[in-house]
């Protein structure tokens, strides 16, 4: 047996990553060149009211509605706010005035989400002279932030913040990152265009108190475990990070033991299915060595940063995941303190990278905070934009060329959905083509001060068309769509669930309650398959249970007149179950 030393070993692991992601191109070119004068972008975030270090953010979205994504960037203090709306020709024209931003103030970031379901993008910023929510007039902003209930969140309007629907009911919910586990809050959407704050009654104080005290940096919504339920991701310095599962409740748990080991300085983050395993990774930069937590299910974790090839940033920030050369795999672009912008190329064997940028173009000697990842030209491919601190930002267009670099985008909405929040915030899209999967999600999160464009983007290589694109709703409901043609943004609404009208008591659907009903009850215990119009019509005196007292119950009310004890509903939302019985017969949903 032949043995290497552990320098020699390295670096043929190198060699052999290298080869492989050489191999793997497929006659992809990525080639980032830096516009950011040629397309109109000036100034940045000078932070001077309150001078951190720390501090650079913004957002992108497509707030005028045209198709094309814009850029928002808090000044700061010491530099007017801006709106670069996108002229839909390659360049940005900074509207902020005309769009009702006016003014100075201690803005530090901004994320982006149509909180009232209006079907226009909305933003909010967090500020330390007080956030503000803007709500989106169609060409104008108001900032609607005491109405919305969003007073008195100054002091944790310093850091990250994120929307998601935690409790599936359909609306848009706001997590704000204060620096301290006591300035930090979640806010419930009523539905009406206010928030409640439920940071206690949710146990998500409790857990950002707990020893040690959460010094927050940013936050994400996420479905950890497939449960449909997002858990949050709370990044924070100091050994100070916070894994809260959700219970599916209303309420969230701190879990400790999820091998998730918290590095001391933990900063920005981002979260995608790098191994193509069908989950979610979380991966999260720091001062030192970064973490790339892989995802075992059962909410249990692995750090495999190092084997990955994805450790080191420097005193890295902003994260993204996307796949910058449509390979079907994600890749992770990082910014960086120490004046250096990081591309790791996936180049899956599997969830391991080759670090790439120095040939890619994506350089800058800017000390970056924020990243975010969007198509800004509309050409198919992921640009970047870089938030440095104290300093202009840095727009680096994706010129991507080659056979194999076909791609799809889903952009998608809940339609007549009530219970699907805007956006399909928190919906799972699996792209099928050639007998390979790829794992994608509707996220609404922050990278760090900084949000990408909403929309699942999935890169698809040599392939002309796609199999099958599955889209799992939030709601549980699905999507299924077949030989989908490539190159195109794609946009899906959600179908409603339909809910079937029942008659309690009638275990056979035949819409009217005889002896017939009874006997068929009978046969549903005697051979333990409840085929009846749902499992509520079946259980007759609402009592939870399927058992010999419900024919009997349905006899008796049958030889007094008729009348079931409990009345008709719609199946499965029956206002006055007392039980869990749910629609599972051959004609629900």
């Not at 814009?70 to 010491?78: L, S």
């Not at 670069?84 to 940005?92: A, C, K, R, S, Y």
């Not at 030192?288 to 692995?302: E, I, K, P, Q, T």
Request: aromatic share 10%; glycine share 14%.
């Amino acid at each position: 047996m032949i043995r290497c030393s552990r320098p020699l070993r390295m670096l043929f692991s190198v060699l052999c990553v290298v080869l492989v992601s050489l191999a793997a191109s497929d006659a992809q070119t990525i080639n980032f060149q830096n516009q950011t004068a040629a397309v109109g972008l000036v100034g940045g975030q000078s932070p001077t009211m309150v001078p951190d270090g720390f501090l650079a953010g913004g957002t992108v979205g497509d707030f005028s509605g045209d198709g094309f994504q814009d850029i928002y960037i808090p000044g700061g203090g010491g530099q007017p706010d801006r709106l670069f709306i996108n002229d839909g020709d390659g360049t940005f024209t900074d509207q902020a005035a005309a769009w009702g931003i006016v003014g100075n103030h201690g803005g530090s970031a901004a994320n982006a989400a149509d909180y009232d379901g209006d079907g226009d993008l909305d933003l909010f910023v967090n500020s330390y002279q007080g956030s503000r929510l803007y709500q989106n007039q169609g060409a104008s902003f108001v900032n609607v932030a005491a109405a919305a209930g969003l007073v008195g969140v100054s002091s944790t309007g310093k850091y990250g913040a994120a929307f998601g629907d935690y409790d599936l009911d359909g609306d848009l919910d706001l997590a704000i990152v204060g620096r301290s586990g006591g300035d930090s809050g979640l806010f419930s959407n009523d539905g009406d265009g206010t928030f409640t704050n439920v940071t206690s009654t949710s146990g998500v104080a409790a857990a950002l108190t707990s020893a040690p005290t959460v010094v927050g940096f940013t936050v994400r919504f996420c479905d950890m475990n497939g449960d449909r339920y997002p858990e949050l991701l709370w990044v924070g310095d100091f050994t100070t990070s916070k894994y809260l599962r959700n219970n599916g409740n209303g309420t969230f748990t701190r879990l400790t033991n999820a091998g998730i080991g918290f590095d001391s300085t933990e900063m920005g983050h981002c979260v995608a299915d790098f191994d193509r395993d069908g989950d979610f990774d979380w991966y999260v930069t720091t001062i030192n060595s970064n973490n790339l937590y892989r995802n075992n299910g059962n909410h249990s974790y692995s750090e495999v940063s190092g084997p990955a090839g994805v450790q080191f940033t420097g005193w890295g920030w902003g994260p993204v995941a996307t796949d910058f050369d449509h390979d079907g795999r994600v890749d992770i672009a990082a910014t960086s303190q120490s004046s250096g912008q990081f591309m790791f190329h996936n180049v899956g064997a599997p969830g391991a990278f080759s670090f790439v940028n120095w040939n890619l173009g994506f350089t800058s000697g800017v000390s970056g905070r924020g990243l975010a990842n969007f198509d800004a030209d509309n050409d198919g491919d992921q640009d970047l934009v870089v938030f440095p601190r104290g300093g202009p930002v840095q727009y680096f267009e994706n010129n991507l060329s080659g056979a194999n670099a076909h791609w799809i985008k889903l952009i998608l909405s809940p339609g007549g959905a009530s219970d699907i929040a805007p956006h399909g915030a928190g919906a799972k899209i699996t792209v099928a083509t050639g007998g390979q999967s790829q794992l994608g999600r509707i996220d609404l999160g922050s990278n760090y001060l900084s949000m990408s464009e909403i929309g699942a983007h999935f890169g698809v290589g040599a392939a002309t068309s796609i199999d099958t694109i599955t889209i799992d709703w939030a709601n549980g409901a699905q999507t299924v769509l077949t030989d989908v043609a490539v190159d195109q943004v794609l946009e899906v609404e959600a179908a409603p669930i339909v809910f079937e009208e029942f008659i309690r008591g009638d275990a056979n659907d035949d819409g009217v309650v005889n002896i017939a009903d009874p006997i068929a009850m009978l046969g549903i215990l005697f051979s333990g398959d409840p085929a009846a119009a749902c499992a509520d019509a079946v259980d007759v005196n609402d009592d939870g249970n399927h058992d010999i007292s419900d024919p009997i119950s349905a006899l008796g009310a049958l030889f007094s007149g008729g009348v079931i004890p409990a009345p008709a509903g719609v199946c499965g939302v029956d206002p006055t179950d007392l039980d869990t019985l749910d629609c599972n017969g051959v004609s629900c949903p």
